[in-house]
Every structure is written in structure tokens, then in C-alpha cells.
């Protein structure tokens, strides 16, 4: 399965696995910054695909 980051046919594909791969790190590594404040996952997670729209 592929995930499509933008409409254009030039811009970047990557697999689902990938993208949630990267997000996962993204959230992760945001959490350690943050103080690894318990609860935060699904902040963090939603923070870090915010992050990949940009």
C-alpha cells in the first residue's frame, strides 16, 4: 500500500509503513523533549504528522 504525501505526480511517495515509521520516531523523539511527560502520546503523535504536512 502507498501512501501519497501530495497530489503531484513529482513530489516524494513513500509506503504506509514508512510514513508511520516516521512518525512514530518523530512522536517518540518529541516526547523525550518534551520530559517524557506520560499521556502525551496521542499529542505527541498528532504533533509529528502536523509536522510531515509541513
Do not use: C, F, H, P
Amino acid at each position: 500500500m502507498r501512501a501519497t504525501m501530495s497530489d503531484e505526480r513529482n513530489e516524494r511517495d513513500i509506503s504506509l509503513e514508512q510514513y508511520e515509521e516516521v512518525i512514530r520516531l518523530s512522536a517518540y523523539y518529541l516526547w523525550e523533549w518534551k520530559g517524557r511527560k506520560i499521556g502525551s502520546d496521542v499529542e505527541d503523535w498528532l504533533e509529528a504528522e502536523e509536522w510531515m504536512k509541513d
